[in-house]
């Protein structure tokens, strides 16, 4: 039986996506018995973390500054915006190295059921940025999944008022795919085929 | 297309698929249950409760889909077992032999299938569909015309899915729209915009769901047309609002106009709580083709014989569809004929080209079958399998 404080750790460790609390505990001992090596640089990432990381008020991403790199960069095409649903998406599409403006998270999609309204999504934000002048596209990478065509659906009835060109990614995503896990190709040839959403 | 002519010269002589082999762990009344078949047919007999049908549905779940109980995978475990259990076969056929595995862990919320082929982990149901598939006939369906059109609707779904893999994903995803919508004007007060993106999504996919229903009930109804038979032949065709405005004109149009309706009926459908237009309205008509009866009006004697006939025929269109003739799983089908309508049965059964699965408590009704099947007599102790 661990003691409460490695039984505490093993079940946080547990909590993260991805592992199980087999893993879990194996994460737990590796981290125990190498304190130099493995706990204290975990603890120092940790800290940096929780101390500089936070979210862009422009876009949403994560950065250690705000706007985020992405938003101040001025090598960015200013005329063109990509919305993804979540951060994890943003970081798919620059690791493609597939889109050369900038981005915005809505932090999540539009769902009856599991009560996600517009006014808890950044909609507003995105009507803002879309406004601006300058911009012309905004290119909607919801996922492939209902809820994913039915939040592009709303945002570009929602965009029309501002007069810029709404495209959508092409089709060929996989139904129920999560743009992270689409290879870097894949997402590249998405977004050149992109097209006007028909409303 | 796999067909392969040598072995397929003619449409209903498609190569059929048949196990070899078939274990179950804790599946069921199963704790560890093993049995290898060679013959064409394969007989299961034994008192009621044995756990002859928990065989055919294992059988069943090695195909895409629930399998022939509907079952949730969670139901499935053995009682009093670990919780998670496991189907696996050796199949033959056109593409030569494959090992199909499907189960479901022990952990609570097991609710994900997992599908192994040749000892790999396959990434979905589809995997299963190249290697197999399996048409049947139970008694739950006895009332499939009399009842209410849901079963209809999912027995034309499942023998849609078999030409179409995308259907199922698309009838779940106009459902939850639909449902998303009803929520919505439920409540009141919803934007307008958020409606209408629900009904852009519910008349994209519900206007495809109705074009393959259709396409499977022609399919079938064509296939049900021919053949020799000694039942009443069957003439289908599926009928609603949405496969009328797919008669009328294009499907864009047919989904404009959709759109259209679902906007127009905002009030009325929050109202009732109910969506008033849609796919999921429609319904498989069936009729005996030669008299034009109805097949809810025939006596429980006619009704039986057509189902009998229209899974046939759902076999043929599986083989022609695919390329490779399906299982063919029979639960307690001889016990409503005559001796002379059993003998049809069973030659009419193995003509079609798959291994043909029958079960049922009364041995003698199986007769016909003796020396040409593989017989399974299971007793009380249910694991225990003694091949006659
Ligand atoms: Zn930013």
Known sequence: MPAPAVERLIQQLARLPGLGPRSARRAALHLIQRPEAALSPLLRALADVQDTVRTCSQCGNIDGRDPCEICRDPERDAT???????????????????????????????SALDGVRPEDLAIDGLIRR??????????????????GQTTAHYLAERLAPTGVAVTRLAHGMPVGGELDYLDDGTLATALRLRRPIER | ????????????????????????????????????????????????????????????????????????LQAIGRRDGPGGWAAAATVEGPLGTAMLGVGADAVQDGSSRKVQVDGEPAKGQTALAERLAAVWLTPQMDRLFVDGADERRRYLDRLAATFDPA????????????????????????????????????????????????EAAHRLDHAAADGVTAFPRAAVQVVGLVEDLLADGPALRAEDALRARLAADRRRDGDAGVTDAGPHRSDMAVVDRASGMAAADGSTGEQKALLVSLTFAAARMVARAIGMAPLLLLDEAAAHFDPVRRDALFDEALALGGQLWVSGADAGQLAPLSGRADWLTLGQSGDRAIIT
């Open chain 2, 167 to 214: 259907h199922i994903g698309r009838t779940t995803a106009y459902r939850n729209a639909m449902r998303q919508r009803l929520a919505l004007l439920k409540e009141g007060g919803a934007d307008a915009r958020w409606l209408d993106a629900l009904e852009a999504e519910m008349a994209a996919r519900g206007v495809a769901v109705a074009a393959a229903r259709a």
């Open chain 1, 130 to 147: 879309a406004s601006a002048p300058g911009l012309t596209e905004v290119v909607l990478a919801t996922n492939a999944t209902l809820d």
């Open chain 1, 80 to 110: 063109a915006l990509c919305v993804v649903e979540r951060v994890g998406d943003l970081w798919a599409f620059e690791r493609a190295g597939a889109f050369r403006g900038r981005y915005h998270v809505l932090g999540g999609v539009l």
């Open chain 2, 1 to 72: 297309m796999r067909r392969q002519p040598r072995l397929a010269p003619g449409p209903d002589r498609a190569a059929g698929c048949a196990l070899r082999r078939l274990t179950l762990t804790n599946f069921r009344s199963y704790g560890d249950f093993r049995l290898e078949t060679e013959a064409a047919a394969v007989v299961l007999t034994g008192p009621n409760g044995v756990g002859k049908t928990n065989i055919l549905e294992a059988i069943s779940l090695l195909t895409p889909g629930r399998g022939l109980r509907g079952a949730r």
